[in-house]
T-cell receptor, first 116, second 110 residues
Framework: SAVISQKPSRDICQRGTSLTIQCQVD?????MFWYRQQPGQSLTLIAT?????????ESGFVIDKFPISRPNLTFSTLTVSNMSPEDSSIYLC?????????????FGSGTRLTVV | LAKTTQPISMDSYEGQEVNITCSHN???????ITWYQQFPSQGPRFIIQ???TKVTNEVASLFIPADRKSSTLSLPRVSLSDTAVYYC???????????FGAGTTVTVRA
């Protein structure tokens, strides 16, 4: 299955600043996905990133707040812009993957963001 | 996407079998049932997937009755390292819109 490297693993940021999270996959993938996991909560899909086109955002998430880049088939970035303490969450990237004989999804280890 | 319902938490002891049942009354004909495991400070990890009857791998077994309106993840002889959140997801296998419910927090005690 795919191996995902996500950076940084954690960061503490000042409100009003922006943080860019990187996601590198060891194989070419068509779609990459970005999730948010708020403290003690489940995962929520932020957007889907296809190479060569604009990301598709889920309800409640907008490009100005969470701009995404997808320059090639193995890499994507998510920026959390103009941060506030409410943005403190774990951000995860994911790719569709073949796990044995099954289609599943592989996740990065996440970026734990704390906004102060 | 079919909505899923699973217990919020379960406690167990080392060496016991843990069974987590997930209800998905509105499962569609093409939907598969997939379980993920998430340890603290890690992303979810695919455990097992099935469509009907029983599926077994080196980690767990998945039991799915004929009506497919529920499924049970069985973790044999758990250890402390099996303490995690377990998510049941239902959808078409290559449907990228994964919808994570609240999950079941399994705590294994010595």
């Amino acid at each position: 299955s795919a191996v995902i490297s996500q950076k940084p693993s954690r960061d503490i940021c000042q409100r009003g600043t922006s943080l860019t999270i990187q996601c590198q996959v060891d194989s070419q993938v068509t779609m990459m996905f970005w999730y948010r996991q708020q403290p003690g909560q489940s995962l929520t899909l932020i957007a889907t990133a296809n190479q060569g086109s604009e990301a598709t955002y889920e309800s409640g998430f907008v490009i100005d707040k969470f701009p995404i880049s997808r320059p090639n088939l193995t890499f994507s970035t998510l920026t959390v812009s103009n941060m506030s303490p409410e943005d403190s969450s774990i951000y995860l990237c994911s790719v569709e993957d073949l796990v044995g004989a099954n289609y599943g999804y592989t996740f990065g280890s996440g970026t734990r963001l704390t906004v102060v | 996407l079919a909505k899923t319902t699973q217990p919020i938490s379960m406690d167990s002891y080392e060496g016991q079998e843990v069974n987590i049942t997930c209800s998905h009354n509105n499962i569609a004909t093409n939907d598969y049932i997939t379980w993920y495991q998430q340890f603290p400070s890690q992303g979810p990890r695919f455990i097992i997937q099935g469509y009907k009857t029983k599926v077994t791998n080196e980690v767990a077994s998945l039991f799915i009755p004929a009506d497919r309106k529920s499924s049970t993840l069985s973790l044999p002889r758990v250890s402390l390292s099996d303490t995690a959140v377990y998510y049941c997801l239902v959808g078409v296998s290559n449907d990228y819109k994964l919808s994570f419910g609240a999950g079941t927090t399994v705590t294994v005690r010595a």
